[in-house]
């Protein structure tokens, strides 16, 4: 059906009463909804939905790279083409029967920019019991015999009640590049995250749990990553907000970016080959003394 700006989007419904929405524009998931109808990502209210800007909020797919991390544009290209619909998809391994499979493929425009051929098939599916799950198989199908690199990264804006009340767990002590400090390499210390200001660190080789914990919600989001090593923070905070133009001044407080990425050590693939990065994504109560 069409979205904002008339934009085509397709909207899964899992029996219980959990939704998810897609635009074909980016293959971008904005909106995740639990069976109460309560939202669980952050689209901001300035979202632009035009091309060529990628939709502020929902889950981005960075490819074929994170950031900066190479000569292409911030976070690649794949979030701001338009991906088409395999209406004839592989079956769907679980017993979710929620799900559509998005395909991108290269134009000629795009091998100018980056000169490689590829299927990108990304399948998003609610599960019973509402969970997300996103699911990227990439492969190389280069004629010309040469392998391609690759970074990516499921750039996930939840939405929080409050960001001074948030915790993330699963990341304590691990090694992060901090992308404020020309991504120099630091260890975390101490406890689990919590947010007082801007903060843009890449963390390498993560586990593959890593939950959120919004006290004021009750709720906590758990993530579950496969092939996917490195996790993304981040949250403008207040002056990079006011920078956004896409973005409200104080929606920096209702938001929170926890990416599974792959950074620190990117794929390669040789033609043929295909790479596969998978997140599953549950919101759950969280009891009174969770965390505490
Ligand atoms: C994060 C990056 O993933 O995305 C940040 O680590 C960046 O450095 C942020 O500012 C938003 O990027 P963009 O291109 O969507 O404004």
């Known amino acids: 059906c069409k979205g904002i700006n008339g934009l085509d989007k397709v909207v ?110 990304l399948r998003v599916a609610l599960g019973t019991g509402g969970d997300l799950m996103l699911t ?11 392998p391609f690199t690759f970074t990516f990264a499921y750039h996930t804006y939840f939405s929080v009640s409050d960001i001074s009340e948030v915790r993330v767990e699963g990341l304590e002590t691990l090694d992060y590049l901090d992308n404020l400090q020309n991504k120099e390499r630091s260890t975390e210390q101490g406890d689990a995250l919590t947010f007082e200001s801007e903060v843009d660190k890449t963390y390498l080789g993560t586990p593959t749990k890593i939950a959120i914990l919004d006290h004021e919600k009750k709720r906590t989001f758990v993530l579950r990553k496969d092939g996917l090593p490195d996790a993304v923070v981040w949250n403008p905070w207040d002056k990079k907000a006011k920078t956004m133009a ?34 599953e994504l549950s919101a759950v109560p969280s009891s009174y003394c969770s965390g505490q």
């Open 12 to 121: 899964l419904r899992e029996p219980r009463g959990s939704t998810a929405e897609v635009y074909l524009y980016g293959a971008h998931v904005t909106s995740w909804k639990n069976d109460h109808g309560e939202e669980l990502l952050f689209v901001s209210s300035k979202a632009m939905f035009k091309p060529p800007k990628a939709i502020r909020g929902g889950i981005p797919v960075c490819f074929p790279q994170f950031g900066s991390h190479g000569s292409l544009e911030q976070h690649g290209f794949a979030r701001n083409r338009f991906w088409s619909i395999d209406t004839d998809p592989p079956p769907f391994p679980t017993n979710s029967k929620s799900f559509i499979d998005l395909i991108l493929k290269p134009s000629e425009e795009d091998v100018q920019k980056w000169p490689h051929s590829y299927e990108f098939r």
């Open 136 to 146: 990227s198989r990439i492969r190389n199908t280069n004629a010309d015999g040469k």
């Open 246 to 279: 896409d973005f409200g001044d104080d929606e920096y407080k209702h938001m929170l970016c926890v990416e599974a990425a792959v950074v620190g050590k990117p794929i390669t693939l040789k033609p043929g080959e295909e790479w596969k990065g998978r997140l």
